[in-house]
C-alpha cells in the first residue's frame, strides 16, 4: 500500500513539474503568437515602427578610476629617491618629491602616468618613465542583492565584469531567473540607468559581459517559475519525509 502511495505521489509530481515547464516554454510563444496577430490585423497602409538599435553595453571598456583612499605604486626609471607607495587623500591628492600634491582622484592610471611625467619633466628630469600601479582598490564598490547566495557591497577591483561580481556574490541562488541580471547605475544628471542582461547568452559568449563601474547596483531577479515549482514541492517532500519516517 506505502509502494503504491509513493508512485502516485511520484506521477503527480512529474505531472506538476511537467506543467510548470511546459508554462514557462509556451509562455513567450504564445506572446509572439498574440503580437503576430495583432500585426496581421493592423491596416495594411500602418507602417511598422522602426525597432530601435540594439543597446552596445560596455564595448568601449572604461579604465578603472582612481579615488579616494586608493593605495598607488608609483616607480620612476633610474630614479629610486622618486619612488614610491601613497595613498590618495580625501581631496583625491597625492604628494611627491619635486612635484608636490598631484590630483589623481578621477584619473585612470595611463592618465596618472603621463600627468606625473609632464610635471617632472617640467622639473628638469629628462624624459622621465613613470608608471603607476593601483595596489589596493577602496574607493568604488558595487552592491549585489537579489538572488545570489551572498548579498553585499563588495569593492571593485580593476576591470570587473558582470560575472566576476557574482563570483564575489559566490554565485546565483536556487530560485535565481538567469535571463534577467539587472545593473542599475546612476547617471551624472541624477538618473538612473536599468539594464537588463542574460547570463546564459553572456556564459556562452552571445553576449558581450558587461563592465560594471563604482555605486552600480546588481539585482538578481527571482525565477516566477521556480519559484511556483518549489511551493508545489516543498508540501509534497514533507508529506513523502513524514510517510518515510512511519
Known sequence: MRQQIFYGLGAALWLMASSVALAEE????????????????????T???????????GQQVDEYRIGVHDLLEISVFQVPDLSRSVRVNSRGQIT??????????????????????????ENMLQDPQVSVFIKEYVSQRVIIEGEVRKTGS???????TLLSALARAEGLGSLADENEIKII????????????FDLEQIRNGRAEDPMIKGDDVVVVERSAGRSML???????R???SYGTLR
Do not use: C, H, W
Not at 506572446?31 to 500585426?39: E, L, P, R
Not at 518549489?230 to 509534497?236: N, S, V
Open 96 to 121: 611627491l618629491p619635486m612635484i608636490g600634491a598631484v590630483q589623481a582622484g578621477g584619473l585612470s592610471a595611463q592618465e596618472l602616468e603621463d600627468t606625473l611625467a609632464a610635471k617632472l619633466a
Open 47 to 57: 507602417p511598422a515602427p522602426t525597432p530601435a538599435p540594439a543597446q552596445t553595453f
Open 230 to 236: 518549489t511551493r508545489i514541492l516543498d508540501p509534497i
Open 185 to 196: 547605475r546612476a547617471l551624472p544628471n541624477g538618473e538612473k540607468e536599468i539594464m537588463v
Open 154 to 160: 563588495y569593492p571593485i577591483q580593476g576591470r570587473t
Open 238 to 240: 514533507g508529506f513523502v
Open 26 to 45: 509556451t509562455a513567450p510563444q504564445n506572446v509572439a503568437a498574440d503580437v503576430d496577430k495583432a500585426a496581421d490585423a493592423a491596416p495594411a497602409s
